[in-house]
């Protein structure tokens, strides 16, 4: 996310800059267009008062020729005729300079044309005057004549100019509203620019700030980041390697370094390298694992062995994963994980397996032994010593008589001996099928298969309705049989059991200490009697196995039947527990899920 968050900054960025480029670009164009459009105003007011002022001066000039001729008519000095030459002179070159200025106007140039025609017949008038008043040529009536033709192309020349002046000076006045528009209008939009550009020069620094801010302080966390996850590759013993797919450059941390133990970046991050380290039988799986990369963005987790520096042997779990940037650069990042500890324990704990299944293997073989072998002599001593009981039972003196009972009971004690470990080797096995079952139906076969005792004992049953559970049949069958027959064992002399069965549902919450899971229902199945009771101290001590509170002959059993019990309540997720005091009675209570 923070990457994305970056890229899309750049782009802002490099967008944002492009902008401003282009506006500065278009702004400094339009101000070099409008500063040469000025300049050119300028230069197109100056070129009117130039040409004005030659106007004068060209008219001067011919004033100054005019001036010369009547001197020299006059006078009949020939220096007048000098200046006069010069005069004429110095007007075809104002001509030619007024010529140059016109600024292209059409109708100046028609009027410019016009009066160089009006100063050529001006000149050619001066010429004849001058040819008429000579000696040789000296015709008083044409002097006088040329003289009032001359005087009247003057007037034209003078009107002539006068006319041309007037349109150079509307052309002025127009350049000058022109120049003093651009010369108002520049200096504020020149102020507009340096104020845009200050303007984006702030906003970039401000930018620019606020970018080298957020960098430092991403290099900060960068370095806390780097940090960290050094020392959580020393804590976790494992570490990163990089694969640039386009370069072929790889990137070790350091932590890889001191797993071969060697010193940090203490040799080249190449393949070859670390193929070197790599247990010569499982190198086959680091090279197709690394040529695989290239084909799947993810690879699959690796177990391979390395030989460390100092000859120690260490087994890591290796996965990968391709990571594509923004310009498309695909680039192999894989965390290794030191396992050594975890795959030996697993190897150990396989080999524990392997020796718990041939202990179970051999557990059954004694089942069978115990089912079929062992009981086949204890029922041919009980059959012999039936036999003799009916046949010598009368020749027989009163200590033959005890101990033939005595043999007679203690194989009998034997035989359920046999029978509880049967009972209780087939339940640690839970391989047996839960069916939903009504525990009503449980309940109404155990005490049929109790009847005898119960009647023998005058025991009065109270029982609630019960539920129906995901069970295994017999086995919940079997929790009823040793626990009623436990209280019709251990009640009072002379006092009829009153044994009572309840049930009702509870949450989990209701007994915290005896559940570790939250929110889940369970039915509580309590049996209570009103029998001797025990201490509440051996609560726990009941459900050992073998495990006996009163003496062996005062009470028949081997100690099994609650341990059974207990197993029956685990293999269905549940909990047994007791409650008891001494004289007062006790109560199992049996937790199973719903």
């Given at each position: 996310?923070?990457?994305?968050?970056?890229?899309?900054?750049?782009?802002?960025?490099?967008?944002?800059?492009?902008?401003?480029?282009?506006?500065?670009?278009?702004?400094?164009?339009?101000?070099?267009?409008?500063?040469?459009?000025?300049?050119?105003?300028?230069?197109?007011?100056?070129?009117?008062?130039?040409?004005?002022?030659?106007?004068?001066?060209?008219?001067?000039?011919?004033?100054?020729?005019?001036?010369?001729?009547?001197?020299?008519?006059?006078?009949?000095?020939?220096?007048?005729?000098?200046?006069?030459?010069?005069?004429?002179?110095?007007?075809?070159?104002?001509?030619?300079?007024?010529?140059?200025?016109?600024?292209?106007?059409?109708?100046?140039?028609?009027?410019?044309?016009?009066?160089?025609?009006?100063?050529?017949?001006?000149?050619?008038?001066?010429?004849?005057?001058?040819?008429?008043?000579?000696?040789?040529?000296?015709?008083?009536?044409?002097?006088?004549?040329?003289?009032?033709?001359?005087?009247?192309?003057?007037?034209?020349?003078?009107?002539?100019?006068?006319?041309?002046?007037?349109?150079?000076?509307?052309?002025?006045?127009?350049?000058?509203?022109?120049?003093?528009?651009?010369?108002?209008?520049?200096?504020?939009?020149?102020?507009?620019?340096?104020?845009?550009?200050?303007?984006?020069?702030?906003?970039?620094?401000?930018?620019?700030?606020?970018?080298?801010?957020?960098?430092?302080?991403?290099?900060?966390?960068?370095?806390?980041?780097?940090?960290?996850?050094?020392?959580?590759?020393?804590?976790?013993?494992?570490?990163?390697?990089?694969?640039?797919?386009?370069?072929?450059?790889?990137?070790?941390?350091?932590?890889?370094?001191?797993?071969?133990?060697?010193?940090?970046?203490?040799?080249?991050?190449?393949?070859?390298?670390?193929?070197?380290?790599?247990?010569?039988?499982?190198?086959?799986?680091?090279?197709?694992?690394?040529?695989?990369?290239?084909?799947?963005?993810?690879?699959?987790?690796?177990?391979?062995?390395?030989?460390?520096?100092?000859?120690?042997?260490?087994?890591?779990?290796?996965?990968?994963?391709?990571?594509?940037?923004?310009?498309?650069?695909?680039?192999?990042?894989?965390?290794?994980?030191?396992?050594?500890?975890?795959?030996?324990?697993?190897?150990?704990?396989?080999?524990?397996?392997?020796?718990?299944?041939?202990?179970?293997?051999?557990?059954?073989?004694?089942?069978?032994?115990?089912?079929?072998?062992?009981?086949?002599?204890?029922?041919?001593?009980?059959?012999?010593?039936?036999?003799?009981?009916?046949?010598?039972?009368?020749?027989?003196?009163?200590?033959?008589?005890?101990?033939?009972?005595?043999?007679?009971?203690?194989?009998?004690?034997?035989?359920?001996?046999?029978?509880?470990?049967?009972?209780?080797?087939?339940?640690?096995?839970?391989?047996?099928?839960?069916?939903?079952?009504?525990?009503?139906?449980?309940?109404?076969?155990?005490?049929?298969?109790?009847?005898?005792?119960?009647?023998?004992?005058?025991?009065?049953?109270?029982?609630?309705?019960?539920?129906?559970?995901?069970v295994i049949p017999f086995q919940i069958q079997q929790l009823f049989y040793n626990l009623i027959s436990n209280s019709?064992?251990?009640?009072?002399?002379?006092?009829?059991?009153?044994?009572?069965?309840?049930?009702?549902?509870?949450?989990?919450?209701?007994?915290?200490?005896?559940?570790?899971?939250?929110?889940?229902?369970?039915?509580?199945?309590?049996?209570?009697?009103?029998?001797?009771?025990?201490?509440?101290?051996?609560?726990?001590?009941?459900?050992?196995?073998?495990?006996?509170?009163?003496?062996?002959?005062?009470?028949?059993?081997?100690?099994?039947?609650?341990?059974?019990?207990?197993?029956?309540?685990?293999?269905?997720?549940?909990?047994?527990?007791?409650?008891?005091?001494?004289?007062?009675?006790?109560?199992?209570?049996?937790?199973?899920?719903?």
């Amino acid at each position: 996310m923070r990457l994305m968050a970056i890229t899309a900054n750049h782009i802002f960025l490099r967008s944002i800059f492009a902008a401003s480029l282009f506006i500065l670009i278009f702004i400094s164009g339009i101000t070099y267009r409008n500063t040469a459009s000025l300049t050119e105003s300028m230069e197109w007011v100056v070129q009117s008062y130039k040409f004005q002022t030659e106007v004068e001066q060209l008219f001067s000039l011919l004033k100054d020729a005019e001036n010369s001729q009547r001197g020299f008519l006059i006078a009949g000095d020939s220096a007048f005729l000098e200046k006069y030459f010069e005069s004429r002179k110095s007007v075809v070159k104002s001509f030619a300079k007024l010529d140059s200025l016109q600024t292209g106007n059409p109708q100046q140039q028609k009027n410019l044309k016009f009066l160089n025609q009006l100063i050529d017949l001006r000149l050619q008038q001066y010429d004849l005057s001058l040819k008429y008043s000579s000696d040789l040529f000296l015709n008083q009536e044409e002097l006088t004549a040329n003289m009032r033709k001359g005087s009247e192309i003057t007037s034209l020349i003078d009107k002539q100019i006068d006319k041309i002046i007037d349109l150079e000076s509307s052309n002025l006045k127009e350049r000058q509203e022109k120049y003093e528009f651009k010369s108002f209008f520049v200096p504020w939009f020149t102020l507009f620019i340096m104020l845009f550009s200050l303007f984006v020069f702030v906003l970039a620094y401000v930018k620019i700030n606020s970018d080298l801010e957020e960098q430092k302080r991403s290099n900060k966390k960068l370095l806390i980041s780097t940090e960290s996850m050094k020392h959580a590759e020393a804590i976790g013993e494992f570490f990163i390697t990089q694969w640039d797919l386009k370069t072929n450059r790889y990137i070790f941390s350091d932590n890889l370094y001191r797993l071969l133990g060697c010193e940090p970046q203490s040799f080249k991050a190449t393949a070859e390298n670390f193929l070197k380290f790599v247990h010569p039988d499982d190198k086959h799986i680091v090279s197709n694992g690394t040529g695989s990369t290239r084909q799947s963005s993810m690879v699959f987790p690796r177990t391979y062995r390395i030989i460390r520096k100092d000859g120690g042997v260490r087994y890591l779990k290796s996965m990968g994963k391709i990571i594509t940037d923004s310009k498309g650069n695909l680039t192999h990042v894989s965390v290794a994980k030191d396992i050594t500890q975890f795959q030996l324990s697993n190897m150990a704990l396989e080999k524990r397996n392997q020796e718990l299944l041939q202990s179970i293997s051999e557990l059954e073989s004694f089942n069978h032994v115990a089912s079929h072998d062992l009981q086949e002599p204890l029922r041919k001593i009980q059959t012999f010593i039936s036999r003799i009981s009916e046949k010598d039972q009368l020749i027989m003196d009163e200590n033959s008589k005890e101990y033939f009972a005595r043999i007679q009971a203690s194989v009998s004690r034997m035989r359920t001996l046999i029978d509880d470990l049967l009972l209780y080797s087939r339940t640690t096995k839970t391989d047996k099928e839960f069916e939903r079952t009504d525990l009503n139906l449980l309940l109404e076969n155990t005490l049929q298969e109790l009847s005898q005792q119960i009647e023998e004992k005058n025991a009065v049953i109270h029982s609630e309705n019960l539920p129906a559970l995901k069970v295994i049949p017999f086995q919940i069958q079997q929790l009823f049989y040793n626990l009623i027959s436990n209280s019709l064992k251990y009640s009072k002399p002379g006092l009829a059991p009153i044994i009572k069965i309840e049930c009702r549902k509870i949450e989990t919450y209701e007994n915290p200490e005896l559940f570790s899971d939250s929110g889940k229902e369970y039915y509580k199945i309590s049996v209570s009697d009103n029998g001797m009771g025990f201490e509440q101290e051996y609560a726990n001590k009941v459900f050992e196995l073998f495990n006996r509170l009163h003496i062996k002959g005062d009470y028949p059993g081997t100690g099994i039947g609650l341990s059974i019990c207990k197993k029956i309540a685990e293999n269905h997720s549940g909990v047994i527990t007791a409650e008891s005091k001494p004289n007062e009675g006790a109560v199992f209570l049996v937790f199973l899920p719903d």
